[in-house]
């Protein structure tokens, strides 16, 4: 009986606290709640706003910002630690490109022998074409002929009718090579008539022993031969006089026309006006080249209608396998995988960015991830009215061009590609004194990026800036011989201790050029996994051009820096 009475105390006891603990935990509630309110999130301040738009943007909630009320992926607006400089090279003061000609190099007076001509139809868009004329001036060398200026090719995908003289400097390109190659406009008329000459074609990587032996004896018998196609016509690997020469071909005597470089210069001149620094990119992700890679971006059974119907345009293309493509780094980054390469090496949104780039698939909702990166996104259409760009717009070559020279020009260069404009200013930056060029570790990103959603930022910068080591345009980089030559002229960079051993090069100064050029500048290359341009669909039964095994490996259409309506596909580009 006594222990029914403690119990039933107790019991009352509890009873009467019961209001005063409901109380406290209704004031406990109302306190949290207010503070919820009025005290802002860590997502919003300032050091470290998660970009809420990708939410917006990403139906399938992709992991850049989750649905869930604690995002463990939230991209800072700042750029971070960085464990190098994120402008310059710092050991690029130790190189300089040094492309002289050596006393023991003949005059082209001594060699250019009579009745000699070659003439070359280049092929391609303008960086493709340019491989080519380059390659052409060497040829003629080895071949101890006449050059006649280049034709450039006017009937492939970029339907461009300009002439040589229209795109490049034609008098500055025959007289600077006057002591290496004999250049004329055009073939002489033998007695009294036009030259018909005779048109061959060489394999792809050609020697010298091969243009002695194939080509030589056609040239001794006609006197003046074309060789069709020209692009990547001529091997990687030369004697190192034949390479110096390449070298003061592509960087010093192929320059644009006046037009171009007063265009150009003003597009550079309002960047700067804008930014102490900028990056320029060079975005290749157009429809008809997606279709080409067989890559797969997520975009459902509607972008594979899309793609698989233009992808059909290439009779010869094998159906590819989108992941194995992906995962051995052969799909150009999208441009949200840009942004945040970019954001994890440093690079905050108040950086500017220059993006050269034609119709991007997917438009604006594509563009959107990468311009909430980097708020201060410009085209060469922003940066200039449409009077001025009027006398470049209708030729594709000359709108790219002007994406060239502002990409040379920038600090920093960035590519989600390995193109021919992408290896073109890898190589010629390089030369200038290794402006830092950022090339993606596309095979160790893919990983990545598909695992962005499961880590924290700080996790997944870290990983980026590991696998972009030796992808950053520092010296030395790319081993001497590996790569295109035009990407990684390695015969022609030289350090400071080689250079005083070597001061008596000759009277043809070509080193240390790096304010020489009206539209030089420099910066440094990435070894990556080879190029990625398109072909067209081979109408002429011909099966010397490109082979889709050569899409990453110097055969690719090169971007022709227009937005137009897409060209008809009616022939091979190149291989």
Not at 333 to 342: A, C, Q, Y
């Amino acid at each position: 009986m006594a222990h029914h009475r403690r119990r039933h105390s107790c019991h009352n006891r509890v009873r009467s606290v019961l209001p005063l603990i409901s109380a406290i935990s209704g004031f406990l509630l109302i306190l949290f709640g207010l503070i919820s309110v009025l005290i802002p999130s860590p997502i919003d301040s300032d050091d470290s706003r998660d970009l809420r738009r990708y939410s917006l943007l990403d139906d399938e909630n992709d992991g850049v910002v989750g649905a869930s009320a604690k995002p463990v992926f939230v991209v800072p607006r700042v750029g971070g630690r960085s464990d190098q400089d994120i402008w310059i090279s710092t050991r690029s003061k130790h190189f300089y490109g040094c492309s002289n000609a050596s006393k023991s190099f003949p005059h082209a007076n001594a060699v250019t022998m009579p009745n000699r001509y070659l003439l070359i139809a280049t092929s391609g868009g303008l960086n493709q074409q340019r491989t080519g004329i380059t390659d052409a001036v060497v040829a003629a060398r080895i071949l101890n002929a006449t050059l006649v200026v280049p034709k450039l090719d006017q009937k492939s995908f970029w339907r461009d009718a300009s002439e040589f003289s229209e795109i490049f400097d034609v008098e500055w390109f025959i007289s600077s090579l006057s002591n290496d190659v004999k250049i004329i406009k055009a073939l002489p008329k033998r007695q009294g008539k036009t030259w018909t000459t005779h048109s061959m074609r060489v394999p792809r990587k050609c020697s010298e022993r091969c243009y002695q032996n194939r080509v030589l004896p056609v040239l001794l018998k006609r006197h003046a031969i074309q060789l069709t196609k020209f692009d990547y016509r001529l091997a990687n690997k030369l004697d190192t006089q034949l390479q110096k020469l390449r070298c003061r071909v592509n960087f010093h005597t192929l320059k644009f026309t006046s037009p171009i470089l007063d265009m150009g210069k003003k597009l550079v001149h309002r960047m700067r006006m804008r930014s102490k620094h900028y990056i320029a990119l060079h975005l290749r992700f157009e429809p008809d080249m997606l279709a080409f890679s067989g890559c797969y971006y997520g975009g459902g059974d509607k972008e594979k209608k899309d793609l698989g119907a233009i992808r059909r345009r290439w009779k010869t293309l094998h159906i590819r396998n989108p992941d194995k493509e992906r995962r051995h780094g052969k799909c150009p980054l999208t441009p949200k995988e840009v942004g945040l390469m970019l954001r994890a090496l440093g690079y905050g949104s108040d950086v500017h960015i220059y993006v050269a780039s034609g119709e991007v698939y997917g438009g604006e909702e594509t563009l959107a991830p990468l311009r909430s990166l980097f708020p201060h996104f410009y085209t060469k259409d922003t940066l200039a009215s449409k009077e001025e760009l009027e006398p470049f717009a209708t030729y594709s070559s000359r709108m790219a061009a002007l994406d060239f020279t502002v990409c040379d020009e920038s600090d920093v260069f960035v590519t989600n590609n390995n193109g021919n404009m992408a290896r073109i200013l890898a190589g010629r930056r390089r030369y200038f004194g290794h402006k830092r060029t950022i090339r993606p570790n596309a095979k160790k990103l893919y990983r990545l990026f598909l695992d962005e959603g499961n880590q924290t930022w700080e996790a997944f910068a870290s990983k980026v800036r590991t696998y972009q080591r030796g992808f950053m345009g520092e010296p030395k980089e790319v081993r001497p011989g590996r790569g295109e030559f035009h990407e990684n002229p390695h015969t022609c960079i030289c350090e400071d201790s080689d250079a005083r051993a070597k001061k008596d090069l000759g009277p043809r100064k070509f080193g240390k050029w790096i304010n020489a050029t009206e539209n030089a500048v420099p910066i440094d290359d990435q070894n990556v996994d080879d190029e990625l341009e398109l072909p067209e669909p081979d109408n002429d039964g011909d099966q010397d051009g490109l082979e889709e095994n050569d899409l990453f490996n110097g055969t690719v259409l090169d971007y022709d820096g227009i937005n137009s309506e897409e060209p008809e596909l009616d022939e091979i580009l190149s291989d």
